[in-house]
């Protein structure tokens, strides 16, 4: 069985950067999509971008000017950073794996809250 | 991007009764070459992962019992959970995988009448 695991900070200060990690196990990350997608408080879910181990990414337009997706095939992982962060960026930050370049998300990690806050 | 709506934001259901959430996309996520719909539906729990439970618009997750069902093509969805148990409360969100952006419906919310 797929887990994701996130982890980093849970506290951030306005107009730094946010950097998460997603560690992988029970499976490669080879020849998969690998997202993340954040929830803000009280919000809906919001899609930021994508890696394919081939290093093939996509980001959503509403963030792309601030945000990288990386991965680390050698310790099967994938990591998120955003920078310039302000309290609209306090979100529930998820990893996700990606069925295909257009495909659903099939495992999830729990979940890392980040609060943007001096 | 494509927007997707969903309807009713809250939902009250008597345990074992039916209960019908709707989902609009602004665009046709119906891909015409291959036929297939690029929806999903996800179930979200406080303090657990979000759970897929049906993409392809009809096609059950594996695990997902049958009692949730997925529907509609086009841009009209709707996902049914046909006996509601206790377990079932929870916030639904539908997604659209046609293009990227991904989005997702602003969810509903699902509780026992």
């Known amino acids: 069985q797929v887990q994701l695991q996130e982890s980093g900070p849970g506290l951030v200060k306005p107009s730094e950067t946010l950097s998460l990690t997603c560690t992988v196990s029970?499976?490669?990350?080879?020849?998969?999509?690998w997202s993340w997608i954040r929830q803000p408080p009280g919000k809906g879910l919001e899609w930021i971008a994508y890696?394919?181990?081939?290093?093939?990414?996509k980001y959503n337009p509403s963030l792309k000017s601030r945000v990288t997706i990386s991965d680390d095939t050698s310790k099967n992982q994938f990591s998120l950073k955003l920078t310039s962060v302000t309290d609209a960026d306090t979100a529930v930050y998820y990893c996700?794996?990606?069925?295909?370049?257009?495909?659903?998300?099939?495992?999830w990690g729990q979940g890392t809250l980040v609060t943007v806050s001096s | 991007d494509i927007v997707m709506t969903q309807s009713p934001d809250s939902l009250a259901v008597s345990l074992g009764e039916r209960a019908t959430i709707s989902c609009k996309s602004s665009q046709s996520v119906l891909y015409n070459s291959n036929n297939r719909t690029y929806l999903a539906w996800y179930q979200l729990k406080p303090g657990q992962p979000p759970k897929l439970l049906i993409y392809w618009a009809s096609a059950r997750e594996s695990g997902v019992p049958d009692r949730f069902s997925g529907s509609g093509s086009g841009t009209d969805f709707t996902l049914t959970i046909s006996s509601l148990q206790a377990a079932d409360v929870a916030v639904y969100y539908c997604q659209q995988y046609y293009n990227t952006p991904y989005t997702f419906g602003q969810g509903t919310r699902l509780e026992i009448k």
């Open positions: 996700a794996r990606g069925v295909g370049s257009s495909g659903w998300f099939d495992f």
């Open positions: 029970g499976g490669s990350i080879g020849y998969y999509y």
């Open positions: 890696i394919y181990y081939s290093g093939t990414t």
